[in-house]
């Protein structure tokens, strides 16, 4: 990719919906990377279990 290339595309600054966030992080727990990624680190899998039901969204 050449720079004119870059410089042609437009970046959006704008966040997703609330909704679409969600949606991909429920996507991204059923993953096989984030499986193995959990299975690898009990620490982190513990402490993913313990918060599993914090409303860390409002």
Not at 17 to 23: I, L, V, W
Request: charged residues 30%; proline residues 2%.
């Amino acid at each position: 990719m050449t720079t004119s290339e870059v410089n042609t595309r437009k970046i959006s600054l704008e966040m997703k919906s609330e909704g679409h966030y969600k949606k991909a992080a429920k996507s991204y727990r059923k993953s096989e990377q984030y499986i193995k990624m959990i299975n690898l680190y009990p620490i982190l899998q513990s402490t993913l279990i313990a918060c599993k039901y914090e409303n860390l969204v409002k």
